[in-house]
């Protein structure tokens, strides 16, 4: 056994399945303790809130973009490469801050990393509602954009309290909690838009987070990272309340302290064992945000013009008459923007169902491949039924393989950098999501066509990079450390030989 290991005694230890305490074993670690304790009550609340962060920081905020922009357009009188900036500059603040939070998180702490970014976005929320002049607008909702980009640290925090076997299945269910905060941004927009207006919908919009905000007392900070800190009481401390919670036993005998490493070390990505996974990695959650925020913004484009191959003539025409011509969304819009937005429950269930049948790559690839040949049927003069057809089928499939992103990348990264390989990964998604608005809304007025190859060429090449990924995470336990071989990591208790015994690293030796 590794010298640097320091054991610590747990108190009150109680009998404990077979297959997690053999009695020859005298030590465990964190991953133990999580596999043994399982699923419970203490799970369910932590769903609820992260979700509520999901559904309010993330899913609200991202939804407001494609109901602001037009109306903007309108009242203000602004040129598309403006009404496209006001897109980007939000995924610009996001792609800024993706990897400082990351740092923030690996180096302070999930939960500090979590709550500033939840009470920065709600204050900036708020604020923007009181824009008087678009200069105004453009840096306050950058900087709500700024606050977003730690939401993703959510995730961190959740999967690291969650067990293998539960792990895929309800990271893939915070979807659930994304499309009822795009369905209930889009009926918020309904009953707010035509009689209070934009300002009270943005105001609106960034009040739920205040409720997270509250709820964020409740939140323990992950064993995970104060047993990599060094903080093994607090680590002990929160593994008990989650048992007593959960009204499972504590494992038996000593926990064992990793040793501690340098968290949140930009190198630790691009070490030979992580370099390509990395790599491709940004890859694929650049193209998730490229095309999601890409089919958002289009489906308001779509409708506005009745159907696909009407958009260049309605453009020809609108320029002849006035380059600053206008349309507000109508009943009808709406209607249809929430029918599409709908598409993420079945998308998630989707996903759900396969994800832990054939393997995360093969379930981001599987994603890619099918908004991708959704994307090339555009190209059909279709009426506006089937246009929103395939658009609901291209929304379930590109949502489910970004949830499936989600699940795969933090159980891909060792703790000491975890959320920073999530905060760069989402920082990689926030480029593309800032070039898309370009693409959707500026590039769709010279061809619709050209637009349509653009994103199915993306995610045909995304799909690729999918199955090159050398890694398939399906099946293993979170790692600890990073100074082992991937492979060599815990998948269960039981599964260890008799006499072996384990590392802090969870490598046998």
Not at 420 to 428: I, P
Not at 433 to 442: G, R
Request: proline residues 4%; charged residues 15%.
């Amino acid at each position: 056994v590794q010298t640097e290991l320091e054991p610590v005694e747990l108190e009150d230890g109680a009998a404990v399945p077979k297959e997690f305490a053999n009695p020859t074993d005298d030590t465990f670690m964190v991953e133990d303790a999580v596999e043994a304790i399982g699923f419970g009550k203490f799970q369910w609340k932590l769903s609820v809130i992260t979700g509520l962060a999901w559904a309010s920081n993330y899913a609200m905020e991202m939804m407001i973009l494609s109901i602001l922009a037009p109306q903007l357009h309108c009242e203000w009188r602004l040129p598309s490469w403006q009404v496209a900036l006001l897109t980007s500059v939000v995924f610009v603040g996001m792609m800024s801050s993706s990897t400082l939070w990351g740092n923030i998180s690996d180096q302070y702490g999930r939960k500090t990393g979590l709550k500033i970014s939840v009470l920065w976005t709600l204050y900036y929320g708020i604020l923007s509602g009181f824009a008087p002049v678009y200069s105004w607008i453009l840096v306050l909702r950058g900087l709500v954009g700024f606050g977003i980009g730690g939401v993703p640290q959510s995730v961190t925090l959740y999967a690291e309290f969650l067990p293998m076997k539960a792990r895929a299945k309800c990271i893939l269910l915070i979807e659930v909690f994304w499309a009822v905060g795009t369905v209930f941004e889009v009926l918020l927009a309904v009953l707010v838009m035509p009689t209070l207006g934009w300002r009270w919908l943005l105001v609106l919009s960034a009040l739920p987070l205040l409720l997270f905000a509250l709820l964020c007392f409740w939140l323990p900070e992950s064993a995970r990272y104060d047993v990599l800190s060094g903080n093994q009481d607090k680590a002990i401390a929160t593994l008990k309340r989650i048992a007593t919670e959960n009204g499972a036993p504590m494992p038996l005998g000593k926990l064992i302290i990793s040793r501690q490493e340098d968290r949140g070390k930009m190198r630790d990505l691009f070490t030979p064992h992580f370099r390509w996974t990395t790599l491709l990695l940004w890859f694929i959650w650049f193209s998730n945000a490229f095309s999601y925020y890409g089919l958002v913004l289009l489906t308001t484009e779509f409708f506005q013009a009745g159907d696909v191959c009407s958009i260049s003539s309605r453009r020809e025409e609108v320029k002849a008459k006035c380059s600053l011509t206008c349309e507000y969304l109508t009943e009808e819009d709406y209607t249809d923007l929430l029918w599409t937005t709908l598409s993420e429950f079945p998308g998630v269930l989707v996903t759900l169902w396969i994800i832990d049948r054939i393997g995360r790559k093969k379930t981001m690839a599987l994603s890619f491949l099918v908004f991708s040949f959704c994307s090339l049927l555009l190209f059909l003069c279709v009426g506006r039924n089937v246009l929103t057809v395939l658009l609901f089928i291209a929304r379930a499939f590109i949502s489910g393989g970004f949830q499936a992103a989600y699940v795969y990348t933090p159980e891909v990264y060792p703790t000491a950098t975890r959320a920073l390989g999530l905060g760069t990964c989402s920082g990689m998604a926030r480029v593309g999501a800032l070039i898309t608005p370009f693409i959707a809304q500026v590039m769709l007025e010279s061809s619709v066509y050209l637009t349509l190859v653009v994103y199915s060429g993306c995610c045909l090449l995304a799909a690729l990079a999918s199955c090159f990924l050398p890694i398939e995470t399906k099946g293993r336990g979170l790692q600890e450390s990073s100074h082992k071989e991937w492979g060599q990591e815990m998948v269960g208790r039981g599964s260890h030989s008799p006499g072996v015994t384990r590392s802090n690293s969870g490598s046998q030796e």
